[in-house]
């Protein structure tokens, strides 16, 4: 079957493509002499990740030390030798199966330290693949910042010493993958007039700004109080300079009664 990479399969789809299993997420085919990756980064307990054009692959095993020789660690492992083709699925929502492409071996297998289902330290086996002809297929900044959000909503439930325990093994070097965000083009004579009309003084907080920048200037940023993405307008009516914390703010909160302050006093300077 030809897939393209970011082609989205469900579950379903994916096991008649390939004649495999529906569940776990090592796949082997013998029908079609394949083994199917799937990196779910929803519910999965491995540290999957990209670094760069190499995925990093965590083996099977959710309890205890993990075997080059157990299951599909070791078809992994033996890949080139045995001549299997392997292809590599990624989960960012629920039941979507997202191509990436077929890989392979971009170098022998290592060891590192990840926690099992138990939350037991141990050893796991994890494989850098490589695309064989394609490049690494980006996601929409949305997913990736919902994504985020859940890891982070994840961690909050660990205690101190487990975060501390976490941190002082954690892997050294950060994952990084292509992301699609849309930008919204912003009318800079909209941007400039707003900062300059708040002299230097945030419309929220009506503290002076934190600083000033490199051509001594109050450091303010402009912000739209019904945001772009909702259907705000890029006008002066809508457009607000803020310190850099009540910006965060606005973006982290968005209070119902930060918004009504904030769209009363560009009205009173309207009518001023």
Known sequence: MQLKSGEILNNSELSNSFKCGTQGGMRKSNQTNSLVLISNHLK???????????????????????????MQNKTLAQSKKINISIYLFEVFEDKKYTYIGEVELADSPYQEIQPD?????R??????LKLKNTVVVPIDDKIYKSLEK?????VKSLS???????????????GKRPIISTQ???????????K????????????????????NEPYLETHHVVWLS???????????????????????????????YLLNKLVNETIR
Not at 160 to 171: G, I, P, Q, W, Y
């Open 230 to 260: 909702k259907g705000g307008k890029d006008t002066i009516n809508n457009t607000v300079a803020l310190c850099p914390n009540c910006h965060r703010k606005m973006h982290i909160l968005n209070l119902d009664s930060d918004i009504k």
């Open 184 to 194: 919204y083009e912003r009318d800079p004579i909209i941007s400039e007039y707003t």
């Open 196 to 215: 300059r009309k708040a002299n230097g003084i945030c419309q929220l907080c009506n503290e002076k700004a934190p600083f000033f920048n490199s051509k």
């Open 117 to 121: 289902s138990n939350a037991q330290d």
């Open 44 to 70: 999965s307990l491995y540290d999957d990740r990209w670094i760069d054009d190499i995925f990093h692959y965590t083996g099977m095993g959710t309890q205890g030390e993990q075997s080059l020789e157990f």
């Open 123 to 128: 050893h796991v086996w994890v494989f850098p």
């Open 150 to 154: 859940r890891k982070q909503k994840q």
């Open 160 to 174: 101190l010493d487990e975060l501390r325990n976490r941190a002082a093994k954690s892997r050294k070097s950060a």
